[in-house]
């Protein structure tokens, strides 16, 4: 069992930036693939990033390569998501999730999720 809480959203003009936190309860995630998802109103949820936990290797969606950075915490069991240069279409609630195996991308093979954390960005 994994509880996963983000934090860090907020409201920021384009071009800021923000960084997202998920914590994770679980003692060791050494054995999970920890993800960032999104979902803006009206549209259905999409991949944003990715992180193997115990390889550190990352896999990003081309809207956000080389503006977000996904990163891990070991020893605090935290994910992050670095959000630079920031546009209005990043907007959406993001949500971190966690599997042990499965398609990276496909949110419905992740079995645990977090609450969720806004993110808004005016043009």
């Known amino acids: 069992q994994v509880q996963l809480v983000e934090s860090g959203g907020g409201l920021v003009q384009a071009g800021g930036s923000l960084r997202l936190s998920c914590a994770a309860s679980?003692?060791?995630?050494?054995?999970?693939?920890m993800t960032w998802f999104r979902q803006a109103p009206g549209k259905e949820r999409e991949f944003v990033a990715t992180i193997v936990w115990s390889s550190g290797a990352t896999n990003y969606d081309d809207a956000v390569k080389d503006r977000f950075t996904i990163s891990r915490d070991d020893a605090k069991n935290t994910m992050y998501l670095q959000m630079n240069t920031l546009k209005p279409e990043d907007t959406a609630v993001y949500y971190c999730a966690a599997m042990t195996a499965g398609r990276l991308r496909v949110d419905r093979d992740y079995k645990y999720w977090g609450q969720g954390a806004q993110v808004t960005v005016s043009s």
């Open positions: 679980r003692r060791t995630l050494v054995d999970y693939i």
